[in-house]
């Protein structure tokens, strides 16, 4: 049976797996949703079991576990690391939904839920693909499955677990579905990931809120000065204000950025697609620079005072912001947070007391297009897509590519199928029923072109 | 009977009076409280009747209903017109307070409770005075109750209520208390409050929450947006950055900025009380004349994005603040509110979109200390406490002091027994027994001394 027939056949069983698995709200940064996680992980375990794999494991780490899985069809066969993650992201805000995000509808031919796209839906095209080959007998290299649960949080246990199984993680390449391509109708493979720093800041006032009139104008108001510290961490130019911030920053040379700027993209789109009456970033670079190759600081929460209905005159106590940095290769998260955290501190005004706290972090990555294993993905979205993959960086950050390389000593392909335009992170995360089956229908072709590009 | 005599064999039931108030959560700017905040007018008309008053009525406005109540002892008597409001400020942050907001507790000498102060205590103070005047049959004015229910929401239909019942107001003089004094051994009557301008601002930048490593730093972020826009409204002398905010500021000379600057103060104690390592204000004021004579802008409260625990790679469409301006005289809050609207548009860059309202405003007043009533209430607080007390500036505002001057013609004295560590609008308000069985007793001889002096 050819690889399209069996989709054929079983596409709507595949959808309806993937539509149960996202009715389990596996919210890992939510303490609350804890039970739904871990019922998440003995789903995707029950799924590769199903599917043929063998010595299936949930590996309980400190936090969230890791679950394992593998298909070793011979010793001597080139051997395929699929990584993916079962977590989510938090929903909220929740009334910008059109359809409850753990609710899964389909429309337009889309997936509307959360985690439809990344990764839950990604992840398991390659569940899906396996299953494929191995009902197909056509699985030409061993296959391991690393799915883990704390990927929206940091993959802080992940580290561990890695150092922990290294003999069992052995492989030649690790494929992850978990970025995106360009259009449907543009593939493209990402080569390159931005790192990822993530911080936490506090600015406290008088010790309790406050009447704003008996006391507005003599003491620190927490929000005003958050604002002018936030403020302050950007200049004219929008480069971001922190010394030291791009001492280690790689710089591309003209030739580079040629072939960058070469990439499909119309401005208009983009501002149209985003209700932007203008665009706004770094000085002197383009929008797909802006978020690729350059490094950013953006505000991602902040709250403090009264946020209810009406009118309330309180000086509040407290400020806070969640603020997290994009990096670039080269510049290291251990060395962005120390550098962030000091000058925060360093610009406050007596005035007030400042805490800043380092949520997860992670590292650049550039992923190499002269390997093997690229040239195999390559090939394979040539076959399916009926064009050339574009390769391309991503602004995004999967932090575990890095660690793969460095603990593993293992490059990555990053094998994405999802689009800019899925919402991921956002209201109405959706994933295309087009993407999903041309992932399981890709996946194979990746395979079968690893195993003999490795003879 | 003598006052202290009736204060003394009653006070248990004044206080049990008060707490059963202080269970009603009257909350006018929640529209969940409705039910509450109107059944806190049926409890005010009821102590009204109980106390003796006559034409005991619940006036309905366009929101909540004003309280009237009268005791009319002759035509040719003087006329003191009470105002009071039932209506107390929203409790949160909840978590912060020690005892349930709508639960009040006795500790240490004083009442628990949102509104144990502002203005729930120190308006039924003159509720259980009237009582004792007239169970003691020592009423020497007529006396007129207007109760209302949308002060801390900004007195929206007290105008149309006042402007329709000019008659049925007519007085001599407001009595009004619902501000502070500086001490329980300093008493003080406040003859000037600051004016208000509140606003509520909406900066949005994409259509849509978007994942922070696609598109940070090619779009802009409404969050950073917000806090540029917010930091550039001081300079850095903490002056507001507003074209024409000063102009027309009221310039106090080098003597009454001296005399001023007589009252007690201690910037020590203010700063410890508060856990300030410094304070923070406009450069070349005193702290007094910072939350007086000085017009401020305040951020009241900041919130977009993630705001949960964790981490959540967001940039957030919106971004809101709600932000107030206490304002001296001259400066009219209409006035402000247009400069502050059209300047806070013209500094948004053209990458977002901005949205400001106005929420409610008052105008700033100053009351005279050589009228008859305040030497009335001057002379009730020497009686009482021993002491002249010191006539004061306030920070705070109460628009309905330039409303009454206005429409009916008439001054106010503003008779407040609370401090500033009452922690009004704040968690853990409360008011000091004292200060409570204080005010029930000096009112009195305010009457007494005012039907004297308009002889």
């Not at 992980?41 to 400190?62: F, H, S, W």
């Not at 679950?67 to 079962?86: D, M, N, R």
């Not at 056509?138 to 677990?161: A, H, Q, R, W, Y």
């Not at 406290?204 to 009447?211: A, K, V, Y």
Request: net charge negative; with cysteine.
């Amino acid at each position: 049976m050819t690889i399209q027939n069996y989709i054929t056949e079983n596409k709507d069983r595949f959808i309806n797996e993937l539509l149960d698995l996202l009715r389990i709200p596996s919210i890992s940064a939510d303490p609350n949703y804890k039970e739904s996680v871990f019922k998440t992980a003995d789903e995707v375990k029950k799924r590769l079991v199903e599917a043929g794999a063998d010595n299936v494991e949930i590996c309980q780490t400190k936090g969230y576990p890791v679950v394992y899985g593998e298909k070793i069809i011979s010793p001597s066969s080139p051997t395929v690391l699929v990584y993916g993650h079962y977590d989510v992201q938090p929903p909220d805000p929740l009334d910008l939904w059109t359809s409850p995000p753990f609710d899964p509808v389909i429309k337009d031919e889309k997936i509307y839920a959360r985690g439809a796209c990344d990764d839950k839906g990604q992840m398991y095209m390659h569940v899906k693909a396996f299953e494929l080959m191995m009902k197909t007998n056509t699985l030409p290299c061993n296959i391991k499955f690393m799915i883990e649960g704390e990927e929206e949080v940091g993959s802080d246990n992940l580290g561990t677990f890695v150092k922990a199984n290294k003999d069992r993680l052995k492989a030649d390449v690790v494929l992850i579905s978990d970025t995106g391509m360009i259009a449907n109708d543009i593939p493209s493979i990402t080569v390159g990931l931005r790192g990822l720093s993530y911080m936490e800041v506090e600015v406290t006032g008088p010790n309790r809120d406050l009447h704003s009139g008996i006391y507005g104008g003599a003491v620190a108001n927490p929000i005003n000065i958050l604002c002018e510290m936030i403020a302050s961490l950007h200049d004219k130019d929008n480069k971001v204000n922190i010394p030291g911030f791009y001492d280690n920053v790689e710089i591309l040379s003209t030739e580079e950025r040629a072939e960058m700027a070469k990439a499909p993209f119309s401005l208009d789109e983009y501002k149209k697609h985003l209700d932007l009456s203008d665009i706004h970033g770094e000085t002197d670079y383009s929008t797909n620079e802006r978020v690729s190759i350059r490094p950013t600081l953006d505000v991602n929460g902040i709250w403090g005072g009264y946020q209810g209905e009406g009118a309330k005159t309180v000086i509040a106590s407290k400020a806070s912001a969640k603020i997290s940095m994009r990096l670039v290769p080269n510049q290291t998260p251990d060395e962005i947070t120390a550098l962030f955290t000091k000058h925060f501190i360093s610009i406050a005004p007596k005035s007030v007391k400042v805490k800043v706290t380092a949520h997860h972090g992670g590292e650049a990555a550039v992923t190499p297009t002269d390997s093997i294993a690229y040239k195999a993905a390559d090939k394979a979205m040539q076959t399916t897509f009926g064009k050339k993959p574009i390769p391309q960086r991503s602004g995004g950050s999967i932090p575990i590519v890095a660690l793969f390389e460095k603990e593993l000593g293992l490059k990555t392909v990053l094998f994405g199928f999802g689009l800019d335009s899925d919402a991921i992170h956002s209201p109405n995360e959706h994933y295309g029923i087009f993407n999903y089956l041309k992932g399981i229908e890709t996946i194979p072709y990746f395979f079968k072109n690893f195993a003999e590009m490795s003879k």
